[in-house]
């Protein structure tokens, strides 16, 4: 079974704090997405990665960035968190032969008083 | 980006009723993807279509591609309690594109 795991599935932090949203997946797949899911809006792509140190913006990338240092490992980093980035945070994985079946990781929930 | 809008936005049936829902855009996709997200879970894909006209089943789930690329329904037949969740449709071009949701309740 492929697994998509994410780091934390709750955090809090405070406006101005650097926070790091980390996502590793086990079925070596080349590409990675990370996603923000709010209510009415569904789920807008931020920035996706075809391969290591390779990354794209998506539709929504204003006030984060993203590290892809290995093939498992996909980092999105809020580099100061604002209380409009409270949302529900969602990582993928595919391989490009499968390119449509995205893998989900559970989510992580990230609230910025 | 592109919107989808995916109707409706809720919905609550008893057990055993058929449900329909849509999924509309003002672009051109290669790909339409529906998708279910139960609580404190990622989604996860339900049904892939790949080319214009395209009805697909995965069990008591039907989805079609629509003629003019530009929709996809998903009909679900004889629901049950655990069809309950955030069901979500996705277009591809070069990236995804996700609908907002519609919600179903299962009422027993």
């Given at each position: 079974d492929v697994k998509v795991t994410q780091s934390s599935r709750y955090l809090v932090k405070r406006t101005g704090e650097k926070v790091f949203l980390e996502c590793v997946q086990d079925m070596d797949h080349e590409n990675m997405f990370w996603y923000r899911q709010d209510p009415g809006l569904g789920l807008r792509l931020i920035y996706f990665s075809y391969d290591v140190k390779m990354k794209e913006k998506g539709d929504i990338p204003e006030g984060y960035s993203v590290s892809r240092e290995k093939k498992e490992r996909f980092s999105l980093i809020l580099e100061s968190a604002s209380t409009n980035q409270t949302s529900m945070y969602l990582c993928a994985s595919s391989s490009p032969?499968?390119?449509?079946?995205q893998f989900f990781g559970p989510g992580t929930r990230l609230t910025v008083l | 980006g592109q919107q989808l809008n995916q109707s409706p936005q809720s919905m609550f049936i008893q057990e055993g009723e058929d449900v329909s829902m849509n999924c509309t855009s003002s672009s051109i996709f290669n790909t339409w993807l529906w998708y279910k997200q139960e609580p404190g879970e990622g989604p996860v894909l339900l049904i892939a279509l790949y080319k214009a006209g395209e009805l697909t089943s995965n069990g008591r789930l039907t989805a079609q591609f629509g003629i003019t690329r530009k929709d996809s329904f998903l009909n679900i037949s004889a629901?049950?309690?655990?069809?309950v969740g955030i069901y979500f449709c996705a277009g591809q071009l070069h990236q995804f594109y996700f609908g907002t949701g519609t919600s179903l309740t299962v009422i027993p």
């Amino acid at each position: 079974d492929v697994k998509v795991t994410q780091s934390s599935r709750y955090l809090v932090k405070r406006t101005g704090e650097k926070v790091f949203l980390e996502c590793v997946q086990d079925m070596d797949h080349e590409n990675m997405f990370w996603y923000r899911q709010d209510p009415g809006l569904g789920l807008r792509l931020i920035y996706f990665s075809y391969d290591v140190k390779m990354k794209e913006k998506g539709d929504i990338p204003e006030g984060y960035s993203v590290s892809r240092e290995k093939k498992e490992r996909f980092s999105l980093i809020l580099e100061s968190a604002s209380t409009n980035q409270t949302s529900m945070y969602l990582c993928a994985s595919s391989s490009p032969s499968e390119y449509n079946e995205q893998f989900f990781g559970p989510g992580t929930r990230l609230t910025v008083l | 980006g592109q919107q989808l809008n995916q109707s409706p936005q809720s919905m609550f049936i008893q057990e055993g009723e058929d449900v329909s829902m849509n999924c509309t855009s003002s672009s051109i996709f290669n790909t339409w993807l529906w998708y279910k997200q139960e609580p404190g879970e990622g989604p996860v894909l339900l049904i892939a279509l790949y080319k214009a006209g395209e009805l697909t089943s995965n069990g008591r789930l039907t989805a079609q591609f629509g003629i003019t690329r530009k929709d996809s329904f998903l009909n679900i037949s004889a629901s049950i309690p655990s069809d309950v969740g955030i069901y979500f449709c996705a277009g591809q071009l070069h990236q995804f594109y996700f609908g907002t949701g519609t919600s179903l309740t299962v009422i027993p």
